[in-house]
């Protein structure tokens, strides 16, 4: 095992051991019943033009489920339409909540609260999901930056029990890079420490890199040989020898300890290359 799948699997090993209806309207703050997984697109964000060209949507439920850079080239919304994030909670027995979008959630989620003055398609746009035990509450607000295409998710999870937690917090995509690459949905994946990626090898293709912000939180960056979710408390089980070729999928995880109701706030993009 090299130095850096060994330290991931410690990092993961070390956490577990220690404990560890209502319609929307222009200019309002939309909250419905309990959102079941969807990768419908609730807001679409359009901007540039030929290689500078961006477009990427979100769901009512946080999940990005579409990513276009440049024009005509998809890299998300291809097949099973996955992406999204994961919590979870070293002190109650592993309990995990996530939100794959076409993959499924965990079903122990509040409504998703959308707060978009402008509308739909605008920003500014954060989206606040609460755990249904009450014990997390995970705000997004999504920019994007038009001169590198690319897509910014700040995350901001809170402790709101009256008791110190032992957490990670999991963003993942199943990358398809190209169009999904005829059909095949088969990319080559690498990953460092700070960011994981797919691409295509072949002349004028591109890929999707999954970057963290760096922060005072510890992180670490993975690939799966899947395209599915990870466990959100276990987010290397599939982890292949890199580089590896066939449909898998990108990973980021910050762990750390939560204080009674203190928060973390993190920051993920999605960058074009």
Same mark, same amino acid.
């Given at each position: 095992?090299?130095?850096?799948?060994?330290?991931?699997?410690?990092?993961?090993?070390?956490?577990?051991?220690t404990?560890?209806?209502?319609?929307?309207?222009?200019?309002?703050?939309s909250?419905?019943?309990?959102?079941?997984?969807?990768?419908?697109?609730?807001?679409?964000f359009t901007?540039?033009?030929?290689?500078?060209?961006?477009?990427?949507?979100?769901?009512?439920?946080?999940?990005?489920?579409?990513?276009?850079?440049?024009?005509?080239?998809?890299?998300?919304?291809w097949?099973?339409?996955?992406?999204?994030?994961?919590?979870?909670?070293?002190?109650?027995?592993?309990?995990?909540?996530y939100?794959?979008?076409?993959?499924?959630?965990?079903?122990?989620?509040?409504?998703?609260?959308?707060?978009?003055?402008?509308?739909?398609?605008?920003?500014?746009?954060k989206?606040?999901?609460?755990?249904?035990? !009450?014990?997390y509450?995970l705000?997004?607000?999504?920019?994007?930056?038009?001169?590198?295409?690319?897509?910014?998710?700040?995350?901001?999870?809170?402790?709101?029990?009256?008791?110190?937690?032992?957490?990670?917090?999991?963003?993942?995509?199943?990358?398809?890079?190209?169009?999904g690459? !005829?059909?095949?949905?088969?990319?080559?994946?690498?990953y460092?420490?700070?960011?994981?990626?797919?691409?295509?090898?072949?002349?004028?293709?591109?890929?999707v890199?999954?970057?963290?912000?760096p922060?005072?939180?510890?992180?670490?960056?993975?690939?799966?040989?899947? @395209?599915? !979710?990870?466990?959100?408390?276990?987010?290397?089980?599939?982890?292949?020898?890199?580089?590896? $070729?066939g449909? !898998?999928?990108?990973? $980021?995880?910050?762990?750390?300890?939560?204080?009674?109701?203190?928060?973390?706030?993190?920051?993920?993009?999605?960058?074009? @290359?």
């Amino acid at each position: 095992m090299n130095t850096k799948k060994l330290f991931l699997f410690v990092v993961v090993l070390t956490l577990a051991a220690t404990g560890f209806g209502q319609s929307q309207q222009k200019g309002q703050i939309s909250e419905g019943v309990r959102g079941d997984a969807t990768s419908d697109c609730q807001s679409t964000f359009t901007s540039g033009s030929n290689q500078t060209y961006l477009q990427f949507c979100t769901t009512v439920n946080g999940n990005v489920t579409e990513l276009q850079s440049p024009a005509g080239e998809e890299h998300i919304r291809w097949g099973s339409v996955d992406e999204g994030y994961g919590i979870c909670d070293f002190n109650s027995s592993l309990t995990r909540y996530y939100d794959w979008a076409d993959g499924g959630d965990s079903g122990n989620w509040l409504a998703a609260v959308i707060t978009q003055p402008g509308g739909p398609n605008t920003f500014p746009l954060k989206i606040t999901r609460t755990t249904s035990d !009450g014990i997390y509450t995970l705000t997004q607000s999504f920019t994007r930056d038009t001169v590198e295409p690319t897509v910014i998710i700040k995350m901001t999870l809170k402790n709101d029990s009256a008791v110190s937690r032992d957490f990670a917090l999991v963003r993942y995509a199943d990358i398809d890079a190209n169009n999904g690459d !005829g059909g095949d949905y088969k990319n080559w994946f690498d990953y460092t420490h700070d960011a994981a990626w797919g691409y295509n090898s072949s002349f004028n293709s591109y890929g999707v890199m999954l970057f963290a912000v760096p922060s005072n939180t510890p992180r670490f960056a993975f690939v799966q040989n899947t @395209f599915g !979710g990870p466990d959100p408390c276990s987010p290397v089980d599939h982890l292949p020898a890199t580089p590896w $070729y066939g449909d !898998g999928s990108v990973g $980021y995880d910050w762990n750390g300890t939560l204080g009674a109701h203190k928060s973390i706030t993190v920051s993920g993009e999605y960058k074009r @290359f």
